[in-house]
């Protein structure tokens, strides 16, 4: 009767865990996705950005040829060239508004530069031309922006205000952590909503797991690491803690 009892508890046991790791499983599965749909609107979102400006292009190219032939036509091309502008500038805001929801790096910087061009297209301080080739040249930026690795030593304040020296790690637009200066404070940059907008915190409640993968990661960048392939968690990704 002891020896069943026994059987029986190990069974119990061996069931409970089967369900933790169906759960662990089924989180992964699930941040994984959401991990796979934020990639693939951002890379709808520059993909149709550059579609726009293919398009403005074609139009650029198609005005010049009508200079050519109709000078007389002076008032048409004007209308043109503010049709043009007017779809140059909805761009330059659109450009705008994805720059300000990515993550805090240099971004008041690079959104700077952003809102100079809407305003010298809406201002008339620049023509057609050079506004549609800063527009390319800023929306070349953000591509490299979300593809590149970073890292930089830099001071940070931490979720509870206090105020460290940190190494900072970026991965595009997806992941962003940090550990101080003794390794002993681990964060992972997290996107959530507050309020209909975009708004980004620190979390610090890093198991293990992602500790190391985050030291490593930030190892090997730093060349303190041999060269490898490092496999942050999709838990460590900006979306992977979204609430």
Do not use: C, H
């Amino acid at each position: 009767e002891k020896l069943n009892s026994e059987i029986q508890k190990l069974n119990r046991q061996i069931a409970a865990t089967d369900s933790m790791l169906k759960a662990d499983d089924s989180r992964y599965k699930t941040l994984q996705q959401r991990y796979k749909a934020d990639t693939d609107r951002r890379r709808g979102e520059i993909d149709s950005l550059n579609a726009k400006i293919r398009n403005v292009a074609e139009q650029l190219q198609e005005e010049r040829g009508k200079q050519a032939r109709a000078k007389n036509r002076s008032e048409n091309v004007a209308a043109k060239r503010k049709a043009l502008r007017s779809a140059l500038a909805a761009i330059s805001k659109q450009l705008e508004t994805q720059v300000a929801q990515t993550v805090p790096w240099e971004r008041e910087t690079r959104l700077d530069r952003v809102k100079s061009l809407t305003r010298d297209i809406e201002g008339g301080n620049a023509s057609e031309e050079e506004a549609f080739s800063r527009l390319k040249s800023l929306v070349a930026e953000e591509t490299k922006f979300g593809d590149e690795v970073a890292v930089v030593n830099s001071p940070l304040t931490r979720k509870n205000g206090e105020l460290i020296n940190a190494t900072i790690l970026r991965i595009g637009n997806q992941w962003m952590v940090y550990t101080d200066d003794n390794a002993s404070v681990y964060g992972s940059l997290v996107r959530r909503m507050e309020n209909g907008s975009v708004v980004y915190e620190w979390n610090e409640e890093l198991n293990l797991e992602e500790r190391s993968a985050v030291k490593l990661a930030i190892d090997v960048k730093q060349a303190r690491k041999p060269p490898q392939v490092v496999k942050l968690p999709v838990s460590l990704s900006v979306v992977g803690g979204e609430k």
